[in-house]
């Protein structure tokens, strides 16, 4: 990071977190937790005519958000990540009363906000659940003899908000048909087969799937599956 290099502004005025021991060049005092760099050189907040601010930290958005509203001077504070090679902000300096008048607000609100996230939590889970029960009945579909109870659990695990797994990409929310074989096959590959244990044994992976290749594809046979596995294969 340069010494005393300028931060990326955003929209209003930036103080800075230094990662170095910083003093005031106006008034000497310091080391100093937060600066305002004018022409490359620390000012202390009271020298920048911010000392009268508090420092809100981030984390809760509408209160930064209203906190901000509320006051007529404020500034964002913004701190260098070396690892990130960025800064990255650390809150905000608002007006006590500012604060004060947006703390009474999300107070006000509060109820309302949590009634809210209750009911995108309702709608979220009902989605989740609709969501699940067409993928197993999809599994059901391309697999007539799998298991009830096993298309339901394939389903559930593939499907999981935010998990990342096959069933919530774009392929597995339209219910492609690779998709939905590939979380059979997955299912089948971890529960059926000794992949996990050579895997664990020092098989690497691509050898071991070779290895549980024909077990897999019989298993699926059994299931009702008549179509090529083609890329959802093991």
Request: overall charge positive.
């Amino acid at each position: 990071m340069p010494a005393l290099a300028t931060p990326p502004s955003p929209t209003g005025l930036v103080v800075v977190q230094p990662l170095r021991r910083r003093h005031c060049a106006e008034c000497r005092r310091g080391p100093q937790p937060m600066v305002v760099l004018e022409d490359g050189a620390p000012r202390c907040l009271d020298c920048a005519d911010l000392g009268h601010l508090v420092f809100l930290p981030r984390g809760d958005t509408a209160l930064t958000r209203r906190s901000r509203e509320e006051s007529t001077l404020s500034a964002v504070v913004l701190r260098f990540n070396r690892r990130k090679g960025r800064y990255e902000r650390q809150g905000v300096l608002v007006e006590e009363a500012g604060l004060a008048r947006a703390e009474a607000r999300c107070l006000a609100d509060a109820e309302a906000r949590r009634r809210r996230r209750a009911r995108d939590a309702r709608r979220r889970a009902a989605q989740d659940t609709r969501f699940t029960e067409a993928f197993a009945a999809e599994i059901l579909r391309l697999l007539p003899c799998c298991p009830p109870d096993r298309a339901r659990a394939i389903a559930a695990h593939a499907s999981v908000r935010g998990s990342g797994r096959v069933g919530r990409s774009a392929a597995g929310r339209a219910l492609s048909e690779v998709a939905v074989v590939s979380a059979v096959v997955a299912s089948v590959r971890h529960l059926d087969t000794p992949y996990d244990r050579l895997l664990m044994s020092g098989v690497p992976r691509h050898e071991a799937r070779l290895r549980i290749a024909a077990g897999v594809e019989r298993l699926l046979r059994e299931w009702g599956w008549r179509a090529g596995l083609g890329s959802a294969g093991p």
